[in-house]
């Protein structure tokens, strides 16, 4: 069980928080311009990087929705961030 | 073996005497001692028979170590070191793997095949035809304790989250040392060992400490600690390390009390775990009456048992002398058998050097040695030293990684590891530590003595696993030189014991075999737990609805009272009927009065999920399949959610509070899923200032009027607000009150009747309830349990998500294709529903089966099927299938292969063999109209 940042309760057991996917996967937007390969792409295809990776995860108990820094050999949770309006993060490290 | 009490033991209170029965032998002892110290002082040198060969098998060690003298303890401990359990007045401790008793067992037989029973024997002789025909046997033959089913926890093991800034594991010099300095800096301090008393070696081996007596200094210690704040955990062994640092210990509990569990997050951790005698290898080393050296002394020292009187201490290290010296001085006759040639004997001893045992002689216990000068030496008890393995195993869970030092011939904690600090013994410092060493420390000297191949006799390896150095040699011979490997093939540190004894001798005689240098071979990889732990410990107080607790209505109670039988949906406990009789007597007849009158309908578990702000509206159309921002003020809109991939995951109606305010009504069970969705959207997409998303499920409880005399008894009890159709049509909310307390009523029916969903704060529920029983007796008003409504909702072919719907089911699937061709906007799962696979002809569609051969209800999860070249092939199930008390007649509801475009036709489904014939119609059976919504 490890503990993780979440920006807005500070570091809290590892259960208590859902893997939201990977960090940077834009949703192509205009339903009738977005190729079927964009869109698989977008559902399916993910780098599951070795080493250091950037995800979205839920604090389930709070609600906050954010940005972590992980590494997926040691699983050394290292930092997030909040997410803020039109995409990103606030660049604080939590 | 004749072991006998001194008058010494610091351990045991003399004046506190207690007897319990070993395989229904009394055996008397005193308060402080182990079952293993009470047997051992009773003459008991079979404790148990070994796992394989059924040799009978005595003491070893003293502790966690201890690989033979596995016991059951009646009331429901099964395989315990008897070393580690405190011995306890009328306890009753039986051997393990033995039948009728340790002593006589029937199985002994087996030992006379041994030569034909090799590593492996097992798996390459029973193979036809099949292992698993002979395995019941085998395994009974060969094992362990035997778990009692009927022994019932008496309470569940509490388990204790904690957190500290330094843990030390291990309470001996270095742990103490190690606590001290931390507490004195003011550091918040835990400090554990598996034993009941601070001090490790120190409770047993002479040592002056800062000009105490060791074990005096290590008492001060910890209470110097206690008084500080520290923790102090005694009887508790730390089992596992886990990420950042989480440390996993089981206090075992006391007088049958069950164990704790400690999950103790630390800054930083210390290891100070000690380390652990080998055996030394020579013929017959597991008959009893061969012991560690160091075990015998803490026998002498703690408990006042000498293992023997004609004692033979054998060693290649200095360690040992101790052990001799004590016994010595104790009276018992004692010699020294010293590996190495070239030591000085310390006066009083008879000491043999360059010299070593190469067998024991005896039959159920020792009685001999044989050296390899050729003498032969009488003794009862044979204390062995091999030299000592530092416990590396938290440490190597940690991701260390162990250096080999050929000065102490053991493996040590290599690398740094972060917030990690392995000290005294385990790090491979053996003496005390240098800032408390008062110089009078004995020093190592440790020459090898490792198992040699070809030897004449049986040497042992794994005393646990009954691996002896020729299934080592014949593993190595078939090739299996990978150490990992060779614990598979030769079981060689398996078992509860996990090698703790056993594997640095196996790993020097691979070396030798192969060629290699023993760290060249390597070790196996360490994983937690370090001891076995109890599963009952592991679990806690999560069972049965601790483990999954059901949610529990508001109006529980009252259900009670109406003669409720309660059924878990979705993880709540409702009412799925009321009243005695048989249950589908008692269903029908709800279900037929719901359509006959006035029945009320607990629905509180239905999700009500406030979204507000400006941005809900446009919020709502990227969250629904529906468009929801052209929904009126006070209407309601029923709606799908789907996810990205286009799948349904959710439906229910949405109502429209104000101009910035809606209630997402979802289903029961769904409710934290597509609260979660929601938040997820709201933070990843839109202005968070502008949209605000409360749960408001619990807080308030809905209770749903519903039938044709429904408008009635709504008016009857009145609200305060207008009820009639003008005022409040099928599929629009108004805001009412009810004892002071506003209330919202919405015209929302999953019956196809008018209905009315009262949603009222939990804690006035239980007055409203009230009220509308009262008031709906005039009406013969029926109560309406969750079954009833089923088929209720079945008759109108309404949807149940995750019912009748499954991972591919599509909003088009259920005739549901206008929404999207007149939304302009992107949703959730949009693009999905313009793939090949959404517009597939052959999808799977919902429908209607009518059974029409007359057999009755159609089987829920029947298929449909259709015969071609290749046999049957599924054309899609039945989803939901009841008897309809509004028709008279068997009704269900399906996914089936173009349903759609197939109205009319008969197919055939298939059940567990059983054959039936159905047409597909529409899903809604009863009033397809609707007119009785507004009726
Ligand atoms: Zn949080």
């Known amino acids: ?63 906050e929705v954010f940005r972590m820094e992980r590494d997926t050999v040691h699983h050394g949770a290292v930092r997030s961030f909040a997410l803020i309006e039109g995409g990103g993060d606030d660049g604080l490290a939590h | 073996m004749t072991a006998w009490r001194t008058d010494g033991g610091t351990a045991i209170d003399r004046g506190r005497p207690l007897a319990f029965t070993f395989d229904g032998r009394r055996i008397e002892g005193f308060s402080g001692d182990t079952v293993a110290s009470a047997l051992l002082a009773g003459g008991v ?183 500080a704040g520290a923790l102090v955990l005694a009887g508790t062994t730390a089992f596992g390390i886990y990420d950042h640092r989480l440390v996993g210990l089981n206090e075992k509990g006391e007088g049958g009390a069950p164990d704790r569990l400690w999950r103790v997050r630390a800054q930083s951790i210390v290891l100070a775990t000690g380390a652990i005698e080998r055996p030394l290898p020579f013929g017959n080393n597991d008959l009893p009456g061969v012991m560690s ?8 020292r703690r408990f006042g048992v000498a293992a023997g009187r ?42 043999l050097r360059g010299t070593s045992i190469v067998s024991a002689g005896g039959r159920n216990a020792v009685s001999s040695v044989r050296l390899s000068d050729g003498q032969v030496l009488e003794a009862d008890a044979v204390l062995a030293s091999g030299g000592f393995t530092p416990t590396v195993h938290l440490y190597c869970q940690a991701q260390g990684r162990l250096d080999w030092r050929d000065d102490i011939l053991a493996f040590v904690p290599g690398r740094a590891v972060a917030g990690v600090e392995v000290a005294g013994a385990a790090a491979g410092d053996f003496g005390l530590p240098a800032e408390l060493a008062d110089g009078t420390g004995r020093s190592l000297g440790i020459v090898a003595a490792w198992p040699k191949p070809r030897a004449r006799q049986r040497v ?173 003020l006070g209407r309601c809109r029923y709606g799908f959610i789907l996810t990205e991939a286009g799948i349904v995951y959710d439906d229910g109606v949405l109502v429209r509070l104000d101009e910035d305010r809606f209630v997402v009504s979802c289903s029961s069970s769904h409710v934290a899923g597509v609260h979660a969705l929601l938040e997820e959207w709201r933070q990843d997409r ?25 408008r009635a008894l709504m008016e009857a009890v009145g609200f305060g607000a207008a009820l009639d159709d003008a005022a409040l049509p099928h599929m629009a909310v108004t805001a009412g009150v009810f004892e002071g307390v506003p209330v919202r009523i919405a015209r929302v029916s999953f019956t196809g009747e008018r209905s009315y969903e009262i949603s009222v704060p939990a804690d006035h529920a239980g007055a409203l309830w009230a009220r509308l029983g009262h008031a ?82 159609l089987p829920t999860g029947a298929h449909g099927i259709e015969r071609g070249e290749g046999g049957l092939r599924s054309t899609g199930y039945v989803t939901s299938s009841y008897f309809s008390p509004a028709l008279q007649k068997p009704i269900a509801l399906g996914l089936i292969e173009r349903g759609l475009s ?32 507004h009726a």
């Open chain 1, 1 to 63: 069980m490890q503990l993780f940042p979440c920006p807005f309760c500070g570091p809290r057991s590892e259960s208590e928080f859902h893997f939201g996917g990977e960090a940077g996967n834009r949703r192509p937007e205009g339903f009738r311009a977005v190729t079927d390969g964009e869109w698989a792409a977008y559902l399916h295809e993910r780098d599951n990087r070795r080493g250091p990776a950037s995800e979205i995860w839920m604090h389930m108990t709070c609600g």
């Open chain 2, 45 to 227: 040198s079979i404790l148990g028979r070994s796992f394989k060969y059924h040799r009978p098998r005595g003491l070893w060690g003293a502790g966690v170590e201890e690989p033979n003298a596995l016991v059951d303890i009646a009331g429901g401990m099964p395989n315990t070191r008897a070393t580690q359990v405190p011995a306890e007045d009328g306890l009753a401790v039986r051997s393990v793997n033995a039948a009728p008793s340790a002593e006589k067992d029937r199985h002994a037989f087996l030992d006379a095949f041994s030569r034909f029973i090799p590593a492996a024997f097992y798996y390459k002789t029973f193979m036809f035809p099949d292992w698993h025909r002979f395995e019941p046997r085998i395994r009974a033959m060969a094992g362990l304790g035997t778990l009692d089913e009927n022994v019932k926890a008496p309470a569940f093991a509490e388990q204790v989250n904690h957190h500290c800034d330094v843990l030390v594991v291990g309470a001996g010099p270095a742990g103490l040392l190690a606590a001290r300095k931390a507490v004195r800096a003011g550091r918040r301090v835990v400090l554990s060992d598996d034993g009941r008393q601070a001090g490790g070696s120190l409770l047993f081996r002479a040592a002056t400490v800062e000009g105490k007596p060791g074990a005096e200094w290590a008492a001060d210690v910890a209470a110097e600690l206690t008084r």
């Open chain 2, 293 to 300: 050296a160091e075990a015998a002394l803490v026998y002498l």
């Open chain 2, 310 to 351: 004609k004692v033979v201490v054998a060693t290649n290290n200095g360690l040992a002398y101790e052990t001799a010296e004590a016994l010595a001085a104790a009276g018992a006759d004692v010699t020294v058998v010293d590996h190495r040639a070239d030591v000085a004997a310390p006066a009083g001893l008879r000491v």
């Open chain 2, 460 to 632: 042992w390896i794994d005393l646990q696993n009954d691996v002896t150095a020729k299934d080592v040699e014949l593993a190595v011979r078939e090739n299996f030189v990978s150490v990992e490997h060779l614990k598979r093939y030769t079981t060689l540190g398996m078992a509860t014991d996990q090698g703790k004894t056993s594997n640095v001798n196996g790993l020097a005689l691979v070396a030798e075999l192969t060629g290699r240098r023993i760290p060249e071979v390597g070790t196996t990889t360490y994983r937690p737990p370090f001891t076995p732990v109890p599963f009952a410990a592991f679990a806690g107080a999560r069972s049965g609805t601790r483990m999954n607790p059901l949610r529990r209505l508001p109006l529980e109670g009252e259900h009670r009272a109406a003669g409720a039988v309660f059924r878990d949906y979705g993880g709540w406990l409702r009412p799925a009927f009321y009243g005695a009789g048989a249950p589908d007597e008692r269903i029908q007849a709800e279900a037929a009065a719901a359509r006959a009158g006035v029945a009320l309908f607990d629905g509180s578990p239905l999700g009500k999920i406030e979204v507000i702000g400006p941005d809900a509206a446009p919020f709502l159309d990227f969250i629904y399949y529906n468009t929801m921002s052209t929904l009126a």
């Open chain 2, 686 to 710: 839109f202005d968070r200032r502008r949209v605000f998303i409360h749960n408001a499920t619990a807080e308030m409880a809905t209770l749903t009027v519903t039938g044709p005399k429904s």
């Open chain 2, 776 to 857: 709906g007796a005039a009406f013969g008003a029926t109560l309406l349990g969750l079954e009833a409504l089923m088929i209720l909702r079945a008759e109108k072919g309404y949807v149940v998500i995750g019912k009748d719907t499954d991972g591919t089911s599509r909003p088009m699937d259920f005739g549901l294709a206008a929404p999207l061709a007149r939304k302009t906007v992107e949703f959730v799962g949009r693009r999905s529903l313009v793939t090949e696979d959404a517009s597939r002809l052959d999808r799977r569609q919902f429908v209607g089966l009518e059974a029409v051969d007359g057999k009755g209800v």
């Open chain 2, 902 to 933: 197939r109205m009319g036709d008969v197919i055939e489904l298939q059940h567990l063999r059983e054959l039936r014939h159905a047409r597909i119609v529409a899903p809604c059976a009863f009033d397809p109209e609707g007119g009785r919504l």
